[in-house]
């Protein structure tokens, strides 16, 4: 790789870039390019013919020199609960969306998606370091909480108008694994709004607070009133934030045009496959990969934070001590089953939901749903990128339709012509799609013109 090694040797230590204008930063990143002048021209093309919308995106986040597009598609047919939706989906992979759609129209002629919500809860800890007795601080925990509560008011007063607020605060001992080490570990329900803001706001006051009672109170004397506040900051693991989904149908309607197995061999094969991602680890990645391949693309598509939502799936994935899927079939009584559990903490409103316009969008497209709306519309495009991806790993295998949608991604690199495209497509319409066979059937197709 001469090319990045040669860029690599070349950077040397930059100061004050963030203060840098955008044009000197996309000036100064491109002179690292061999052809400077082109790379701004291609940087610049995908910068906002509308200054004002551009600049929403330049304050979206640091040192922005240009925008990285990724396709914004829709799964159609998505029925959630008797109710249908158009679910939107921002993702680069090609066969996601295709896979999200084709499992959502399978199960809308089988009674579609069930869902429904467990829990809402989120948490939040404060760590600190404290020297004195335990069982002091235990006696006055209920007197801290107070407290806190109390002295967060003018934080909360808001999100409790809306139905919201914090539901607790214990005093968790974690002496046992490190020394002198606390955590208060509060929980909350945020209603719409993911929270982060909210949570991280209360958990700072909440740090304070402790600090001043243990100061003020009569009882702590000497070593006792020093805490060290380690920090304070939400826990993006949200077990008790849950979705169930599930789809459900008779063996025998599992029949479809799709493959040749009969419905009770597929069903079986079906049940096999979710129990192996159960019990292996390595299997168990890749399947629940699957499922965030649609949680995450609704996620950005409606401007959720999907590494907060992904951190946690896998952290919920290990709850058991082992890595597993967060799937699970069953067959019984002559009926398939297929179940997704999984925490999700999102919001509907705040954040980027309410700056991004297409997350705006987003949400309108979906009718504006509640939080845990959302939730299950999301855990239902997962399990439906799921069902796809199972249904072909047990019966016609993923490459078939997984190289079809990357045909075009090839031809892409090849720069073909929309004729080109439509020959190939043409020709690999019975064939196995390689890269070697299609970048031959390219060069030959263009030395026969
Ligand atoms: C590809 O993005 C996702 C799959 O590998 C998921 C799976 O194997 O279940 C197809």
Redesign the pocket.
């Known amino acids: 790789m001469p090319e990045i090694k040669r860029i690599m040797m070349n950077v040397k230590p930059i100061t004050g870039f963030s203060k840098l204008n955008k044009r000197d930063k996309l000036d100064l990143v491109a002179s690292y390019f061999e052809d400077t002048d082109n790379a701004i021209k291609e940087l610049q093309t995908y910068w906002h013919a509308d200054k004002q919308k551009q600049q929403l995106f330049d304050e979206f986040s640091e040192n922005t020199i240009s925008n990285f597009f990724f396709p914004y598609g829709v799964a159609p047919n998505m029925i959630i609960n008797g109710r249908r939706y158009i679910v939107p989906m921002v993702i680069e992979?090609s066969?996601?969306i295709a896979a999200a759609s084709s499992s959502a129209k399978f199960w809308s002629d089988r009674g579609g998606f069930h869902a429904k919500i467990i829990s809402t809860d989120k948490i939040g800890q404060v760590h600190f370091i404290w020297k004195g007795q335990p069982d002091l601080l235990k006696a006055h925990m209920p007197r801290i909480k107070e407290r806190l509560m109390h002295k967060s008011k003018y934080i909360t007063e808001r999100m409790e108008k809306r139905g919201g607020g914090i539901k607790d605060i214990e005093l968790i001992d974690m002496t046992y694994e490190l020394e002198n080490y606390y955590q208060l570990k509060a929980t909350f329900e945020t209603v719409n709004s993911m929270g982060a803001n909210f949570i991280n706001s209360c958990l700072e006051e909440f740090a304070t607070q402790l600090k001043n009672y243990l100061n003020e109170d009569d009882e702590f004397v000497n070593g006792d009133k020093d805490c060290s506040i380690i920090m304070a900051i939400l826990s993006n693991y949200t077990p008790s934030c849950l979705v169930e989904v599930y789809v459900e149908c008779d063996i025998e309607d599992l029949r479809n045009g799709d493959h040749d197995l009969e419905p009770e061999e597929f069903a079986w094969k079906f049940e096999k496959a979710a129990q192996i991602?159960q019990i292996d680890t390595y299997r168990a990645t890749?399947?629940n990969?699957?499922i965030f391949?649609g949680i995450d693309a609704v996620a950005l598509a409606t401007g959720n934070d999907f590494r907060a939502i992904e951190a946690c799936g896998h952290t919920y994935a290990a709850r058991s001590g082992k890595y597993r899927s967060l799937t699970k079939a069953t067959i019984k009584n002559g009926k398939f089953k297929y179940t997704l559990r999984i925490p999700l903490a999102l919001g509907t409103v705040g954040g980027l939901t309410s700056l991004h316009p297409l997350a705006k969008r987003s949400l309108e497209l979906l009718g504006n749903p509640s939080a845990e709306e959302l939730m299950m519309i999301v855990a239902a495009t997962g399990l439906a990128n799921?069902f796809g991806?199972?249904k072909?790993?047990t019966t016609k295998g993923?490459q078939q339709g997984?190289m079809k949608m990357h045909l075009f991604n090839i031809l892409n690199q090849h720069n073909a012509t929309q004729e080109e495209k439509k020959l190939a497509t043409e020709f690999f319409k019975d064939k196995v799609v390689s890269f070697q066979l299609v970048s031959e059937f390219i060069q030959d197709i263009r030395k026969s013109l």
């Open positions: 992979e066969s996601v991602a890749t399947h990969k699957g391949n799921n991806a199972l072909s790993l993923i997984h």
